[in-house]
């Protein structure tokens, strides 16, 4: 048995003011409410404006994760920040949240697998806490997919929106935690499917920016299987069956993938919590941001089973199980 053990101290989000509804979309570009609410299940998303960044976003819900767990910056040792949007090629946007809240000790960096990017960053702190390396981590989801997507292409500038969620976590004696904590994730990768789902720029490849690309009908057929397979293997690897999940929080890409995944997973529909409606699709944000809505509405409470799950560029996919 694990003598430390990553558990849940608190969660914060913070969301751009600025709302992009669908029918503002059907001012801008040949699209309806209709067709968008229908495919996708999305109504509106937040957009940053002048002056917000994903470093403000992220700072903006850490500190309201920060304030849920009862610490203060300094507290931290890890920060890390899940983000395919960050505000510089480097430094890491994860050093610029760490100066911004006043933070000068411990060590931070930005993890990159897009829509992943959380479920990624989660299991990788959960193994500097177990391992001693770090006490208290901050990991955050923060995104501005608004200064990426093409507002031109109306097959993909109808999905994202913008935002950030955080999580702090601490490293508990297990004999301690109650059965709390990061029970298992698992974490897949294939790069073979690149083209379905990239940004045409890099730093090393065009020296621009580029803006993101989409096959989305491609994605959304390898979106259910390979959902329900890594989380299946968190299940099996736990000795669980869906029946004991309390709340399944999924990346909020779709609401016909997530409707269908659980679905096939046999999770009862009222412990799915969907946000899609309201963030659109905010990639590494959409996980953290939806749990800290269900976790301040009173949905998710303390020593509830909450299975993560996300899927997206690359492809990444993976999962987490956690003990709240
Ligand atoms: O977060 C990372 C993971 N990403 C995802 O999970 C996204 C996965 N993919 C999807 O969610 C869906 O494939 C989409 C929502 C992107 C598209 O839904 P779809 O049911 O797969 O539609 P489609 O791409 O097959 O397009 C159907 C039709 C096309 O017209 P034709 O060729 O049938 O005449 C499109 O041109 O819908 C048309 N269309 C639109 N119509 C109105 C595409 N975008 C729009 C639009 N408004 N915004």
Redesign the pocket.
Same mark, same amino acid.
């Given at each position: 048995m694990d003598a430390l053990r990553s558990v849940v101290l608190g969660t914060g989000s913070y969301l751009p003011e600025t709302v992009l509804t669908n029918a503002d979309?059907e001012k801008r570009?040949? *699209? &309806?409410d209709e067709?968008?609410t229908q %495919? *996708?299940g999305i109504r509106q998303r937040h957009i940053a404006g002048e002056g917000e960044t994903t470093v403000s976003l992220a700072e903006g819900a850490a500190r309201r994760a920060l304030d849920a767990a009862g610490l203060k910056p300094t507290d931290l040792d890890l920060v890390i920040l899940a983000t395919a949007t960050p505000n510089n090629t480097f430094p890491a946007s994860a050093v610029q949240v760490q100066r911004r809240l006043g933070i000068d000790k411990g060590f931070a960096f930005d993890m990159q697998a $897009? !829509?992943s990017g959380f479920v990624y960053a989660l299991t990788t702190a959960d193994l500097y806490l177990r391992s001693g390396m770090a006490k208290r981590a901050l990991v955050i989801g923060a995104e501005t997919f608004s200064r990426i997507v093409d507002w031109e292409d %109306? *097959? *993909? !500038? $109808?999905?994202f929106g913008d935002g950030a969620g955080a999580m702090v976590l601490e490293a508990v004696d297990a004999s301690k935690a109650d059965g709390r904590g990061v029970l298992v994730s698992r974490l897949r990768a294939d790069g073979n499917h690149e083209e379905k789902?990239f940004v045409d720029g890099g730093p090393s490849s065009t020296g621009t920016v580029g803006k993101l690309r989409?096959q989305? %009908?491609e $994605?959304?057929k390898h =979106?259910v299987g390979m959902i329900t397979d890594v989380i299946e293997d968190s299940f099996s690897a736990l000795g669980i069956s869906a029946e004991e999940v309390d709340w399944f929080v999924p990346?909020q =890409?779709?609401r %016909?993938?997530i409707e269908a995944s659980a679905k096939k997973l046999g999770i009862a529909p009222e412990k799915v919590v969907m946000t899609v409606q309201d963030h659109g699709?905010t &990639?590494a944000a &959409?996980i953290p941001l939806a749990v800290d809505v269900a976790a301040r509405d009173g949905r998710i409470k303390r020593g509830d089973l909450v299975l993560l799950e996300a899927?997206?560029?690359g492809f990444t996919w993976g999962a987490v199980v956690v003990r709240w």
């Open positions: 979309l570009i040949e *699209t &309806s067709w968008i %495919r *996708t $897009v !829509c %109306r *097959t *993909t !500038c $109808v999905l789902l989409m989305g %009908r $994605v959304f =979106a990346h =890409a779709n %016909r993938i699709n &990639s &959409s899927m997206g560029g």
